[in-house]
């Protein structure tokens, strides 16, 4: 009979739950870039602002908190109390990068063509998707919904391929003015992508020890094979 895992102390809990809370900050941070594109003239940097100034205050908090935990924690938690670190470290990077877009929202929402409302709102509500299955796969520790991230990280580096194209491989004779802008606020949601699936790495090596390459290899096999090589290691490790 296996000893139950004892019970997390009230400052590891608190300390994950400001992890979460964060990352509902971040997604709503990005589904307000959302709608500053979709609805101009909204000023989505003052909204924004705050959410940012909100992940400001969790950093704080957390690195303090965890520099004072760590010492004296099992091996176990010391993991957790690094993941925490780690993953507030990400949460404000993308704060930072969505408030310089919202920023740059207030000045050429209005002007932007279509394809490029219709590319930057996808990015945008990709980096939200991608924020909550970060939370849902750290709130249960679900390697799958963290994979799922990786997934929704290549269809950002294409769609900001696609704004790259239309603009810096745009003919001299054509020139604009928001094409700088918006090749940046591209950018930025890619790059805001990145560390959202940074997370979701951190989540697969908290989670199974394994690098994220050693865990999709096993994920692109059959569910029989993985089962049957299972089965064979558990009968090799009660002899």
């Known amino acids: 009979m296996t000893n139950p895992q004892p019970a997390p102390a009230p ?12 990352c509902d900050v971040a997604k709503d941070a990005a589904e307000a870039v959302a709608e500053g594109i979709t609805t101009p003239g909204k000023h989505v940097s003052t ?5 940012e ?14 520099t004072l935990a760590i010492a004296g924690v099992s091996e176990r938690d010391a993991r957790e109390l690094l993941a925490c670190l780690k993953f ?9 990068l969505l ?11 209005s002007r ?6 219709r590319d930057l709102i996808r990015m945008a509500t990709i980096v939200a998707e991608m924020l909550a299955n970060v939370r849902q796969a750290f709130s249960v520790r679900d ?15 294409r769609l900001r391929n696609l704004v790259f194209i239309r603009h810096i491989e745009r003919p001299s004779s054509e020139p604009r003015q928001e094409g700088f802008h918006i090749v940046f606020m591209a950018q930025g949601l890619e790059r805001a992508g990145d560390h959202a699936k940074n997370l979701a790495e951190e989540i697969c090596h908290l989670v199974s020890g394994r690098s994220v390459r050693h865990i999709l290899r096993e994920f ?7 089962y049957l090589e299972r089965m064979k290691k558990n009968k090799l490790n009660k002899v």
């Open 99 to 109: 408030l310089n877009i919202a920023n740059r929202l207030d000045t050429v929402a």
């Open 220 to 226: 692109d096999r059959p569910v029989e094979q993985v």
């Open 112 to 117: 932007m063509e279509e394809a490029d409302v």
């Open 53 to 66: 100034e909100q992940l400001d205050t969790y950093d704080r908090v957390i690195n303090e908190e965890v």
């Open 11 to 22: 400052q590891m809990v608190r300390l994950l739950e400001i992890t979460l809370n964060g």
């Open 47 to 51: 909204i924004v602002r705050k959410h």
């Open 143 to 157: 390697i799958p919904i963290a994979l799922e991230v990786l997934k929704q990280d290549a269809e950002l580096d």
């Open 88 to 96: 507030i470290i990400e949460l404000e990077r993308i704060g930072d």
